[in-house]
């Protein structure tokens, strides 16, 4: 009738506040026919959307009074539903990809010229979401897909489901509402820093608890997602801001070129920030042969990028070309930019550019590197040899009469070659083995089919560790080869004639870091030229190519060497001591000479930095054993230690009666104390209790900004507790009070979180009564 007044009582659920809202109240006017027809009202129109089913204009009496009836029947029903129980869904996604955002600003990624929520992996971001009612956590459920490849599967980390929690952990997929204001929600996203790395499709599903039918939002923007060289979790992790702008951030650098003698030096634009350039990033990656899930290993990343950089074998992005003739193309010494070659390449999908030399596939490599998270820097070897043979030495051949013999003479020594260095930890090598690692995209060689290069670990390399993948033995070809002489004897075979030992591998140069100079890394890559660790390296690596006989081989190797440690080892604060343990099984006397030196190693493997070197005489009577003490001050390593405070000691030597090689890498680390737990009272489900936590400073200097973080599942909730800086070897005590809330066998666990000491914690087992 006109003017009935409905009026209803039920829940209305906003957020997580059931009944907040008072009692909905509705004035409805129902016109019949022949009574004067009134404007329709705004509720009106309202109901006709929400209901067009019972709420249509009639004509007829009949059918106006079974629409008034249906009307009443159907609007009461609704009326009385709560909120929560309307289905949810997602309006809209707003993903906060602004340049100047938090997201792009707190992932170093705002000088990206593209639009897209660009991010790095093994860090929060954030994005917002309305729904068409407000999210009641008691009643909905919500989830996030992120899907990558053509074929996305959970199986293969390239179809990720994200959870809603409450908290969130690191190193997993997780997100967590951390503002909500009516119908829009703000999450908090968290990625761990093994991610495949690509272009991900987001989709939003929500529903019920109840387990009803779901609703799924499918965003129209894209999420790029890329190695994340600020988090430690991640294996690019690089531990200097300084160095992080130069190699990560940087778009432009100095590529050298030239002799040893007359070293030129061109700049290069890199432009992986450029408008395009991580698009058609994406699009080498995407044609590629490696398959979506391979792309959260940059080991992997990095090999496929070596061998699509260039066109030999699968239509990668520059065709070689040292001809000389250029006309069908550009000359390798015009470019000066990545920006353009990569356009061209990704406009024209995917047709190689021609042409390159060493230096453009390198500065190309670079951009690509940089440009996906990988720090990666150009490097210039002059006098840098190319093995044909896998010999391990650059080999020259002359005939009877000492006439070079040309068809046997493949070896040659380039003036310079310019390839890459980019950093990593390398858990797939034994520990010291990360850090810089050498990838060459100019085509050479194959390594398993294929033109690429690398990566082979800087460190291997240095040692003449050539049967560490990938490609070791090439790269140290390159830079410490020994030239070798051959004539060919009447029999047919070839004798060594003459050995010239630095031929190769000289002033290799990159850019310095934060300045336009010349930085020489030759030390990386070498011992100094003509020591004796320099020759040991020459000669261990040597016995793995096609030549082991090159070198005069050991007449015996009756001599040991092994590294031995007391108890549990050294203890963070005191001097590390360690003894060398050197045996002689022969009946004959010995002498060597054994070489030192201790590094910092972080615990993916990569050295931050040798610490101490020094050199020991060793005489060994028949038979004898020989145990020499070896001292690390606290002194030397007290300002040098990282993460998990590991250390690895390297023995080199030779034994000088059969010229047999010492060698042995023994990896430590410093322990730290324990935090002593020792719970007080009675431990009864509902009554108070105490535990006393006990610390003592095992260095001798102030700890700043000492922090216990204490947790007890059914004892009490994690907490922090802030101390603040506690002085050399004084003790400190704290006293939890906590009742615990579930009954049986407990844990407490604490924790101290200090820059300067690590890995510090305790455990004390409760066994809690029932009431």
């Given amino acids: 009738m006109p003017g009935e007044r409905l009026t209803v009582r039920g ?157 969130l952990e690191d190193e997993r997929w997780e997100a967590k509402i951390v503002e909500q204001n009516g119908n829009k929600i703000k999450l908090s996203v968290n990625s761990p820093a093994n991610a495949v790395i690509g272009l991900y499709g987001l989709s939003v ?43 990560v951030l940087n778009d432009t650098g100095r590529i050298y070129y030239g ?27 995407e044609k590629s042969d490696m398959p979506p899930s391979g792309r959260g290993d940059p080991v992997n990343v990095v090999r496929v990028i ?17 001809s000389g003739n250029y006309s069908d193309g550009v000359s390798p010494a015009a470019w000066s930019s990545s920006v353009e070659i990569l356009r061209k390449y990704h406009s024209t999908d995917g047709t190689p550019v021609s042409y390159g030399q060493c230096w453009v596939f390198s500065g190309v490599t670079t951009t690509v590197l940089r440009c996906l998270g990988i720090p990666a820097r150009s490097v210039t070897n002059f006098q840098s040899a190319h093995d044909t043979d896998v010999s391990l030495t650059t080999d020259v051949y002359f005939d009877e009469n000492m006439e070079p013999l040309d068809y046997l003479n493949n070896d040659s020594v380039w003036n310079f070659h310019v390839w890459n260095d980019c950093w990593m930890a390398r858990p797939d090598l034994p520990p010291g083995n990360g850090g810089w690692q050498a990838v060459d995209s100019t085509p050479q060689e194959t390594s398993q089919g294929t033109f690429r290069c690398g990566p082979a670990s800087v460190n291997a390399i240095r040692s003449g560790q050539v049967y560490l993948k990938h490609d070791t033995p090439f790269v140290f070809a390159e830079v410490n080869s020994d030239k070798i ?61 096609s030549k082991p006989d090159a070198y005069s081989t050991p007449v015996a190797e009756d001599v040991t060497v092994e590294v031995k440690m007391d108890g549990e080892g050294p203890r963070m604060g005191a001097d590390a001591k360690l003894s060398i343990l050197v045996k002689n099984l022969s009946s004959q006397p010995r002498q060597a000479t054994l070489h030192s030196q201790v590094a910092v190693m972080y615990y993916t493997g990569v050295l931050k930095g040798t610490i101490k070197k020094e050199q020991m005489s060793v005489e060994l009577s028949p038979n004898e ?80 900004g000492v922090v216990f973080r204490v947790e007890g599942l059914g004892l009490q909730k994690g907490h922090e507790v802030v101390v603040g800086d506690v002085s050399g070897h004084s003790t400190v005590t704290l006293t939890e009070h906590f009742i615990p809330t579930q009954p049986g066998p407990r844990k407490l666990v604490a924790s101290l979180d200090c820059k300067q000491l690590t890995q510090v914690h305790g455990v004390a087992n409760v066994v809690v009564l029932e009431k």
């Fill in 625 to 704: 054993e020989k145990t020499i003490e070896w001292i690390l001050p606290y002194q030397q390593y007290q300002d040098q230690l990282v993460d998990q405070a590991a250390l690895m000691l390297t023995l080199s030597g030779r034994v000088s009666e059969t010229q047999q090689v010492l060698a042995n890498q023994t990896t430590f680390r410093l322990r730290t104390p324990d935090l002593n737990i020792t719970p007080l009272g009675e431990a009864v489900v509902g009554k108070e209790m105490a535990a006393k936590i006990t610390f003592t400073n095992p260095l001798p200097r102030t700890l700043k």
């Fill in 11 to 167: 829940t209305s659920e906003i957020g997580r506040y059931p009944g907040a809202a008072p009692p909905t109240r509705v004035e409805l006017s129902i016109q019949k026919e022949g009574e004067k027809k009134q404007e329709e009202g705004g509720c009106r129109r309202w109901f006709r959307k929400m209901c067009p089913c019972c709420c249509k204009r009639q004509n007829k009496a009949k059918e106006m009074e079974d629409s008034s009836s249906n009307t009443h029947r159907c609007l009461t029903l609704m009326l009385n539903l709560p909120l929560s129980e309307i289905k949810l869904s997602v309006r809209s996604v707003d993903l906060l990809s602004s340049k100047t955002g938090q997201n792009r600003q707190e992932h170093h990624t705002d000088l990206y010229h593209d639009d897209e929520l660009i991010i790095r992996r093994g860090q929060t971001f954030q994005m917002e979401l309305e729904l068409n009612r407000p999210f009641n956590a008691d009643t909905d459920k919500l989830h996030l897909d992120l899907r990558t490849g053509p074929l996305p599967m959970v199986s293969k980390g390239t179809h990720v489901i994200i959870p809603l929690v409450d908290h």
């Fill in 205 to 247: 599903t929500t529903g019920s608890l109840k387990g009803e039918s779901t609703t799924t939002h499918n965003s129209s923007k894209n999420i790029v997602m890329l190695f994340n060289p600020w988090c430690e979790e991640d294996t690019v992790f690089l531990d200097d801001e300084e160095e992080r702008k130069e190699y």
């Fill in 306 to 322: 070596s061998a699509m950089i260039n066109a030999q074998d699968d239509f990668g992005v520059l065709v070689g070309n040292w």
């Fill in 485 to 545: 002489y051959w004539q060919r004897n009447l029999d047919g075979t070839f004798s060594q004639i003459h050995s010239e030992k630095k031929a190769v591998g000289h002033y290799i140069s990159t850019k310095a870091v934060g300045s336009d100079e010349r930085a020489d890394i030759t030390h990386l890559y070498k011992h100094q030229e003509g020591s004796e660790e320099e020759r040991i390296a020459v000669e261990t690596a040597s016995r793995y190519g």
């Fill in 259 to 285: 002799t040893e003698k007359q070293i030129g030096a061109r700049t290069w634009n890199f432009g992986q920030f450029h408008e395009g350039i991580l698009d058609a990033c994406l699009f080498i990656l």
